[in-house]
């Protein structure tokens, strides 16, 4: 069955260190991998995404996040975290059916302190 | 830029009310959805439509029904609110590539 996983509820980090959200997925045939954003009480913003090509992928915010087949992960990275990117980040991955569903991790709270 | 529009940010119903939730985008995509977001349980699937007039169960549709009769617009339809179904509901279109773009939420509260 197809599956994503965020292994980890929640990610603390200092101002201004790098940050790291993790996420590794389980989908058969080649994947399309996505980053979602959601900040208190609004909906989910398109980060980035990976379809094909070159496997370090580089999207809003001067957020990016790596492909790696071998360990069937996409990780979401920024070098230097600000106060402002903590919210709710999600991780999909689109379902192989050809229906464009997307199937979404459960979730990781990124806490950036000043 | 996209834009997924909901027709309401905030609702009070109470038990046993037919609610209507609208969502109307401008891309043109051919698909749409409907999921609910609960703490802990994170999106969860309501319906989704890959067509006018189609339509396709998710995960947790048993409550709800979904219309679309125009592409731009898929309404969400709980035939009798019931307490369970207070949460954060979640529209979002997108072409078949799978990049979905979400609107802005609106939260249900039915007392």
């Known amino acids: 069955a197809q599956s994503v996983a965020q292994p980890e509820d929640q990610v603390n980090v200092a101002e201004g260190n790098p940050l790291t959200v993790k996420c590794t997925y389980s989908?058969?045939?080649?994947?399309?991998l996505f980053w979602y954003v959601q900040y208190p009480n609004r909906g989910l913003q398109f980060l980035l995404k990976?379809?094909?090509?070159?496997?370090l992928v580089k999207g809003s915010y001067g957020f990016e996040a790596e492909f790696n087949k071998s360990q069937t992960s996409f990780h979401l990275k920024k070098p230097s975290a600000l106060v402002s990117d903590s919210a709710l980040y999600f991780c999909?991955?689109?379902?192989?059916?050809?229906?464009?569903?997307?199937?979404f991790g459960q979730g990781t709270t990124l806490q950036v302190k000043p | 830029d996209v834009k997924v529009t909901q027709s309401s940010r905030y609702l009070v119903k109470r038990t046993g009310e037919k609610v209507f939730l609208e969502c109307v985008q401008d891309?043109?995509?051919?698909?749409m959805f409907w999921y609910r977001q609960d703490p802990g349980l994170g999106l969860r699937l309501i319906y989704f439509?890959?067509?006018?007039?189609?339509?396709e169960k998710g995960d947790i549709p048993e409550g709800y029904s979904v219309s679309r009769e125009k592409k731009e617009r898929f309404s969400l339809i709980l035939e009798s609110a019931s307490t369970n179904q207070t949460s954060m509901y979640l529209c979002?279109?997108?072409?078949?590539?799978?990049?979905?773009?979400f609107g802005p939420g609106t939260r249900l509260l039915v007392l």
């Open positions: 979002a279109s997108s072409f078949l590539e799978g990049t979905q773009y």
């Open positions: 989908v058969s045939g080649n994947p399309y």
């Open positions: 990976y379809i094909t090509g070159d496997n």
């Open positions: 999909a991955v689109r379902d192989p059916g050809n229906t464009g569903k997307l199937i």
């Open positions: 891309m043109d995509h051919e698909n």
């Open positions: 439509s890959y067509d006018v007039k189609m339509k």
